[in-house]
């Protein structure tokens, strides 16, 4: 199959891969992972949403806040210029150091569920099943208020409860765990 992005230039695809490559085992911070707006405990296998960002000129995603499954989370409707942010779902994992006898919780089976490129203040939502590629563009087009992306905390849930099919699980790739 030919390269549909032109030389010198990198595909949407690519772009969009290599972010959920980088959310893979990301921390959630030290210590015990928390809710952002009610505190209540995250635990080892629950779902979560992630709000990352990635300011222009910088390399890594950082992580804003997490989210548990609570459905009266909200998530931002606006977004900052200059900062390209996702909205991912995923489970939290553990990542541990036996040496120095230190853990960590960790975002497992990062999907990224909306978009906002650095050079908008809107946000575009990948729905469920299709391609990140028609979608995660850094050229938006302005949803109505109607069709505004909220992601459901219960869907979440849902996803993480899905089969392993073609799934990335973990920090690895196929069957490592």
Not at 123 to 130: Q, Y
Request: charged share 25%.
């Amino acid at each position: 199959m030919d390269e549909s992005a032109p030389v010198g230039q990198e595909s949407i695809d690519d772009r969009l891969l290599e972010d959920i490559y980088q959310l893979i085992g990301i921390s959630l911070g030290e210590g015990a992972a928390t809710c952002q707006v009610c505190g209540s405990p995250l635990h080892e296998g629950d779902a979560v949403v992630v709000y990352v960002f990635r300011p222009a000129g910088e390399v890594m995603f950082q992580v804003g806040y997490v989210l548990c499954g609570d459905e009266a989370h909200e998530l931002p409707e606006e977004y900052t210029l200059g900062v390209r942010e996702l909205v991912v779902e995923g489970r939290i994992g553990v990542c541990s150091d036996g040496a120095m006898q230190s853990s960590w919780p960790v975002l497992l089976d990062p999907e990224v569920m909306q978009v906002s490129a650095a050079a908008t203040k809107s946000v575009r939502k990948i729905p469920d099943g299709e391609s990140p590629a028609n979608v995660a563009s850094d050229v938006e087009v302005p949803e109505t208020p109607e069709a505004r992306a909220k992601v459901s905390l219960g869907e979440a849930r849902r996803r993480a409860s899905r089969p392993d099919d073609d799934v990335v699980r973990g920090l690895f790739w196929g069957d490592q765990r």
